[in-house]
């Protein structure tokens, strides 16, 4: 399996610290406007059976995908311990279909069964891109040929606003989580060209106040 080189981020961020405050801050900064970007493809992966969730934060996606499918499993990973023990502790009576590794999502290896889900909610922005390159190669090998790909991320829209507002406030974020947690990125990487490459074709988006949010759904089509 390839496993992720390490380049400028060789350390992963230390968001230990942040993990019973991350809601709060999410709450103060963006309001709802996160968590329903998340969300808004939620009812397209009602027939999941197996997932891969990637860096979830505090577990509230986790949490949500549970309760709305019965049948489902989640494999997740994060390189911090503090916010896996949160994902657990929402999962609640769930948390008996999820299992938790405390890893560098670069050095990664897949095992078991295939997944027809991966779930990525606010974290390829975390990698360079490089690194999210490799992480698509990789997670090729690992999911069933109907598999889909749900992603949230920031974005810069093109015109004055994007330039004027989208990428200072980008900058503004990638500063404050570096100092908070010692993310060495500082800027964001082009998933989208790292997932066609490795096979998936976007097949919804939706774009949140103004294009500096987007909600994006990939499907794996298989060679």
Wanted: include cysteine; glycine fraction near 6%; proline fraction near 5%.
């Amino acid at each position: 399996m390839s496993v992720i080189s390490k380049t400028e981020s060789a350390v992963p961020p230390d968001f230990n610290r942040l993990a019973r405050l991350y809601r709060w801050m999410e709450l103060v900064s963006f309001g709802p406007w996160l968590h329903w970007c998340r969300c808004a493809f939620l009812d397209q992966v009602a027939d999941r059976q197996r997932a891969l969730v990637l860096g979830d934060g505090d577990g509230r996606f986790t949490a949500r995908i549970l309760r709305a499918n019965s049948e489902i499993t989640i494999d997740a990973i994060d390189a911090s311990s503090a916010m896996l023990n949160e994902l657990r502790r929402r999962a609640n009576v769930n948390a008996n279909r999820v299992r938790t590794w405390t890893a560098d999502i670069r050095s990664w290896h897949p095992e078991g069964p295939p997944y027809d889900l991966v779930v990525t909610h606010f974290f390829l922005d975390c990698l360079t891109a490089d690194e999210v390159e490799t992480l698509a190669a990789t997670v090729c090998t690992a999911v069933t040929p109907s598999a889909k790909w749900l992603i949230s991320e920031f974005s810069i829209p093109p015109g004055l606003y994007g330039q004027l507002f989208a990428r200072p406030l980008i900058g503004c974020l990638y500063w404050t989580f570096g100092r908070l947690t010692g993310l060495k990125i500082r800027k964001l990487p082009d998933h989208g060209a790292a997932l066609r490459q490795s096979g998936f074709n976007k097949i919804a988006k939706r774009d949140w106040l103004g294009g500096l949010l987007v909600s994006e759904l990939w499907s794996f089509n298989a060679q």
